[in-house]
Nanobody
Framework: VQLQASGGGLVQAGGSLRLSCASS????????MGWYRQAPGKQRMWVAS???????NYADSVKGRFTISRDNAKNTVYLQMNSLKPEDTAVYYC??????WGQGTQVTVSS
């Protein structure tokens, strides 16, 4: 399974970004897709995940602001991030069942 993340960038606090993660390869065994993030000097933390059946879960820190979704026809998972805060600044990684990882995309939120 190969994952290609995109959509990061620089945004002001309160703004929005949408991350995309396109997957290819043998995805039939993937139970869920998700996003993690890693801020400088910190551990990689789970942000959100969505099951093959479309059930979404979120970390408390992003609940109500972020929305994860998937387009199975395009083999793509999205993370819509609204009301961004400076503490959301991190490298965001998409993952397939925490077994396969994308290359990461930088999100920077300025105050």
């Amino acid at each position: 399974v190969q994952l290609q993340a995109s959509g990061g960038g620089l945004v002001q606090a309160g703004g929005s970004l949408r991350l995309s993660c396109a997957s290819s390869g043998s995805t039939f065994s993937i139970e869920y897709m998700g996003w993690y993030r890693q801020a400088p000097g910190k551990q990689r933390m789970w942000v959100a995940s969505i099951s093959s059946g479309g059930i979404a879960n979120y970390a408390d820190s992003v609940k109500g602001r972020f929305t994860i979704s998937r387009d199975n026809a395009k083999n793509t998972v999205y993370l819509q991030m609204n009301s961004l805060k400076p503490e959301d600044t991190a490298v965001y990684y998409c993952t397939a069942s925490a077994r396969y990882w994308g290359q990461g995309t930088q999100v920077t939120v300025s105050s």
